[in-house]
């Protein structure tokens, strides 16, 4: 069957596709059928069914006699070191510290924040939850400590899982210490924690909270999987909304699973045995699905990677791991393809690798620029399969299924919408746009397998974030259109979030932070194009007045202070101070025509503004700061 028939397959009877899709998933009782809709607008899938993440990505290749087969290979450049572990130590391993946190007192359902760097021990611990039913949320380690405590108040976890420190380029990330205050923040405290020593430094433990990874399993009886319900929640994964409090996006199991195996075999092409590697990190929606989940629900071998597209050593890193591990199908995102590129603009590093298992390599967490794919191919010789999704719903909405088909690809578009969603581009009014038509992508509720069913202890915020505006709909935040072939292209979010080096971030958010500056009366922060990083955060800051400090001074503690309380993976160095911001009448910042200055597009002044002068001045302090660029 080609995309066509398998789409229609779907359309024609969605309840019977996915529970074809649901066999090859091991179920302790099955699913009597797929869909649960009587609580619409919300939407389940296998509610009925017992099931266990942990068994289907671990133990049951175990028992199908592929315990030797390497499940997981640490690469890590940024420690000259490459480990593999079988899957049969890994289920050793993972019963064992599963046991541990069980003797401990966690149970089916108690939450658990996982907060590791890119080591296999991460995957360990969120597959130890899975067995015995905690529910995890690993929180992305380049975030700070007020982030980490703002997740632990939220899903109030009864342990925390932590590493001592992270690695990152000349800098050694100290995790401990970033916990402790953390928890010294939150109104929740964990009942304890639970430390992985790396060598690279050795933390000093809190004298009853705090036990080491190692002493912490001493002697444990490993646990066993405990079946869960299909729409027990796997895990809590929290992304940037339009203010500081970030959405935790919930993730049920019986999906999560249908859908995971589904898209490997059949967007990703691989099969148990092969070999696939996911460079992003546990922390994000990708690092969940294809470095821990997928690869491993569909018997593969996966790819943790502690290191840099470039830098660690060279730009050769990726192609190195790809060639010793003979990789088949390979994930990143373009602003990694981007850094290579600068650095070897004619694909020199490339060809000293021998890539012949490489059969797609496949882009997302962006936009994909063309000049990006079109270099990508030239040298990797490989179909470039961009793909689009969110950490909402876990998988692709839309990609070019190269293990049903392989179709031809537009460059700028993420190919077709897959099973399970019905993508519509509607006008402000909700009415469907005809084909090259801008508008809001939507999907037709309901939201397939595997996509979130509404948002941790936030169930009037998930409705009024994706439900309200477009009713029947999920309101997907993107805008783009839909060409005559039926192919999407994604042109811009419709809120205010921004993307930075594939990072998704909140401007509302920073914005909250700077407000909390003493001499900040007000600003606005915007997303500006950037060369590598598709885009960089910029402040615009209104002091209190009267204030005569240097103004330097004032940017430079704005700086300090995003990167204090938000992380260092905000990238917030860009900021400079104006009289005034520019505003509709009704007091709206009128952020997109900000935008449209600094990146030097064509706009239009704003009919409903209040004081068009004001923009003058936006444009004075912005080419202080090179903006547009040349
Ligand atoms: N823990 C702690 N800090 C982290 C971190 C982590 N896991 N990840 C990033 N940071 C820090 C970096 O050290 C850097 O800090 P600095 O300001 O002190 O230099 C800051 O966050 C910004 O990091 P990054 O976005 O990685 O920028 P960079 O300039 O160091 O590197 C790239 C640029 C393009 C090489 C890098 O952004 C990259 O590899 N991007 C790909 C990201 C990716 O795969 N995203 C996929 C998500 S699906
Ligand atoms: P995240 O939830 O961090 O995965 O971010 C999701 C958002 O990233 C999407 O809503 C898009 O705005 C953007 N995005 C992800 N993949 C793509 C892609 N292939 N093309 C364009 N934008 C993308």
């Given at each position: 069957?080609?995309?066509?028939?398998?789409?229609?397959?779907?359309?024609?009877?969605?309840?019977?596709?996915?529970?074809?899709?649901?066999?090859?998933?091991?179920?302790?009782?099955?699913?009597?059928?797929?869909?649960?809709?009587?609580?619409?607008?919300?939407?389940?899938?296998?509610?009925?069914?017992?099931?266990?993440?942990?068994?289907?990505?671990?133990?049951?290749?175990?028992?199908?006699?592929?315990?030797?087969?390497?499940?997981i290979m640490h690469e890590s450049p940024i420690t000259h070191s490459t480990k593999g572990i079988t899957y049969r130590e890994l289920q050793t391993r993972v019963a064992s510290l599963a046991g541990a946190l069980k003797m401990r007192g966690v149970e089916k359902g108690d939450r658990v924040i996982i907060y590791m760097p890119m080591i296999p021990e991460a995957l360990e611990a969120m597959l130890a939850c899975a067995r015995i039913g905690a529910v995890h949320s690993v929180v992305f380690g380049g975030f700070a400590a007020n982030e980490l405590a703002v997740r632990i108040d939220d899903c109030t976890p009864k342990a925390i899982i932590a590493a001592s420190c992270g690695l990152e380029p000349?800098?050694?990330?100290?995790?401990?210490?970033?916990?402790?205050?953390?928890?010294?923040?939150?109104?929740?405290?964990?009942?304890?924690?639970?430390?992985?020593?790396?060598?690279q430094e050795v933390a000093k433990l809190i004298e009853g909270r705090d036990f080491s990874w190692h002493g912490f399993q001493y002697g444990v009886?490993?646990?066993e999987c405990v079946p869960v319900e299909g729409n027990h929640p796997a895990y809590i994964l929290y992304t940037s909304g339009t203010t500081g409090q970030p959405k935790g996006v919930v993730r049920h199991t019986g999906g999560h699973l249908v859908a995971l195996q589904w898209s490997m075999n059949n967007i990703y092409k691989i099969e148990e045995g092969d070999r696939f590697w996911a460079a992003s990190d546990v922390g994000w929606v990708v690092g969940h699905s294809y470095i821990c989940y997928g690869p491993l629900?569909?018997?593969?071998?996966?790819?943790?990677?502690?290191?840099?597209?470039?830098?660690?050593?060279?730009?050769?890193?990726?192609?190195?791991?790809?060639q010793n591990n003979r990789i088949k199908s390979f994930f990143t995102a373009p602003t990694a393809l981007r850094a290579i590129k600068r650095e070897d603009p004619t694909g020199e590093w490339?060809?000293?690798?021998?890539?012949?298992?490489?059969?797609?390599?496949?882009?997302?967490?962006?936009?994909?620029?063309?000049?990006?794919?079109?270099?990508?191919?030239?040298?990797?010789?490989?179909?470039?399969?961009?793909?689009?999704?969110?950490?909402?719903?876990?998988?692709a909405i839309a990609a070019n299924p190269i293990g049903i088909e392989e179709l031809p690809t537009k460059?700028?578009?993420?190919?077709?919408?897959?099973?399970?969603?019905?993508v519509q581009v509607l006008d402000e009014g909700g009415h469907p746009l005809p084909p090259g038509e801008l508008g809001a992508i939507t999907i037709k509720l309901p939201l397939p397998p595997g996509t979130l069913p509404t948002l941790w202890n936030a169930e009037d915020r998930f409705k009024k974030s994706y439900l309200e505006h477009f009713p029947g709909y999920y309101e997907t935040g993107d805008a783009g259109y839909i060409d005559e072939d039926g192919y999407l292209y994604i042109m811009a979010r419709t809120d205010d979030v921004i993307n930075v080096a594939g990072h998704r971030l909140s401007t509302g958010?920073?914005?909250?932070?700077?407000?909390?500056?003493?001499?900040?009366?007000?600003?606005?922060?915007?997303?500006?194009?950037?060369?590598?990083?598709?885009?960089?955060?910029?402040?615009?800051?209104?002091?209190?007045?009267?204030?005569?400090?240097?103004?330097?001074?004032?940017?430079?503690?704005?700086?300090?202070r995003v990167r204090d309380k938000i992380g260092p993976v905000a990238a917030f160095k860009l900021a400079c101070i104006v009289d005034r911001l520019p505003k509709t009448r009704s007091g709206k910042i009128l952020r997109a025509t900000m935008v449209k200055i600094a990146d030097g597009q064509d706009w239009k002044m704003p009919a409903t503004i209040d004081d068009p002068a004001i923009l003058d001045e936006i444009t004075q302090a912005l080419k202080v700061l090179g903006y547009p660029k040349a």
């Open positions: 069957m080609g995309y066509k028939e398998v789409y229609s397959a779907w359309q024609a009877d969605p309840d019977k596709f996915w529970m074809q899709a649901a066999e090859k998933i091991d179920w302790d009782s099955k699913p009597s059928k797929a869909l649960f809709d009587g609580d619409a607008p919300f939407f389940e899938w296998f509610s009925d069914g017992m099931v266990n993440t942990c068994w289907n990505a671990v133990d049951r290749h175990v028992e199908a006699g592929r315990g030797d087969q390497i499940a000349g800098r050694v990330v100290h995790y401990k210490p970033l916990l402790d205050e953390a928890i010294e923040l939150a109104t929740h405290k964990p009942e304890f924690c639970v430390i992985f020593q790396r060598e009886k490993p646990a629900i569909a018997g593969a071998t996966t790819v943790v990677f502690e290191g840099k597209p470039i830098g660690t050593p060279h730009p050769g890193v990726f192609w190195r791991i790809i490339i060809k000293r690798y021998k890539l012949h298992d490489l059969q797609a390599l496949f882009l997302a967490g962006e936009r994909a620029d063309p000049d990006t794919v079109e270099w990508a191919q030239k040298h990797l010789n490989v179909p470039v399969v961009d793909h689009w999704w969110q950490t909402e719903t876990g998988w460059v700028g578009s993420p190919s077709v919408p897959m099973p399970g969603y019905d958010a920073m914005e909250e932070v700077l407000a909390g500056h003493p001499d900040v009366a007000e600003c606005a922060v915007i997303g500006v194009a950037d060369d590598l990083k598709g885009q960089s955060p910029m402040g615009f800051l209104c002091l209190n007045s009267g204030c005569n400090r240097p103004e330097a001074e004032i940017v430079q503690e704005c700086v300090k």
